[in-house]
């Protein structure tokens, strides 16, 4: 996907948000072609709708322009992109070596929202209501992070 | 028919861009965004298995990693706004209170 390399690349950060769009997008469209209809319709709605809404809201808030080169980064690229180029050429070593390449079909999976549903609700319900309850504190808690300081005075002083 | 390693090697990969990003860049938010990055890459994974072993749970999983996902980009951004706040930068090199 050239989108993934696209984000590295740029240098603005809406740039990276709009190609890190594209990626979602023709993720989405991977799953599709997978059978799995469900996912890939949370793929769009959540991925592309929700978190790079939040993402581009905050780069527009924080009036985020072009990053500048410094020294640290400099040090993380010498090191990191031979270390991770040595764990990719490991990682495709043992995927086209081991792997039997067995093939997955077309649309193989019976990616039904109702057998989901299912799955999700009997066999899967405990954890499904505990990320609920951790979507409730996450969201109280980037409440309270993004919210200004309270000023220290608040009503009538009992000393003034 | 495609072959299951194809899947694999396109989320390796996308997992790989993830961690390059996440070492490269500078900026906050593009950190974070490798970080979604490599959270599709194990998504896309995880889908090509469940398709491969026909098992749905494989896509459950998704599912809560997508929500836990959300959770963590809400609190992360809030996180960034309040070191900008606090700081006036996006950079991580000059986010260094807690260094001797």
């Known amino acids: 996907m050239a989108g993934a390399v696209n984000l590295l690349v740029q240098s603005h950060p809406i740039n990276s948000a709009l190609s890190l769009i594209a990626v979602m997008a023709s993720l989405a469209a991977e799953y599709l072609l997978l059978g799995a209809e469900f996912v890939a319709a949370v793929q769009v709605i959540v991925y592309a709708g929700a978190i790079m809404v939040l993402f581009v809201i905050t780069i527009m808030l924080l009036n985020a322009g072009k990053e500048e080169r410094t020294k640290g980064s400099r040090v993380a690229t010498l090191l990191g992109i031979p270390g991770v180029l040595i764990g990719a050429v490991l990682v495709a070593w043992t995927l086209l070596n081991r792997s039997n390449m067995q093939t997955v079909p077309i649309g193989a999976l019976k990616g039904d929202p109702s057998d989901i549903a299912r799955l999700l609700f009997r066999d899967f319900l405990l954890p499904f209501e505990v990320t609920s309850v951790l979507i409730l504190i996450a969201i109280m808690g980037a409440v309270v992070l993004a919210s200004r300081p309270e000023p220290v005075a608040r009503g009538p002083r009992k000393d003034a | ?100």
């Not at chain 2, 963590?72 to 950079?91: C, D, P, Q």
Request: net charge positive; glycine share 6%.
């Open chain 2, 1 to 100: 028919m495609v072959p299951l390693s194809y899947y694999l090697l396109l989320s390796g990969i996308l997992f790989v861009c993830g961690v390059l990003g996440f070492l490269i860049k500078r900026n906050i938010i593009t950190i974070f965004m490798s970080i979604e990055l490599m959270l599709n890459g194990v998504n896309l994974s995880f889908v090509a298995f469940a398709a491969h072993w026909h098992a749905l749970s494989g896509q459950v999983f998704v599912f809560f990693v997508m929500v836990v996902a959300a959770a963590e980009a809400a609190v992360g951004l809030a996180i960034i706004i309040a070191v900008y706040r606090t700081r006036e930068t996006l950079n991580v090199d000059q986010v260094n209170l807690l260094k001797l």
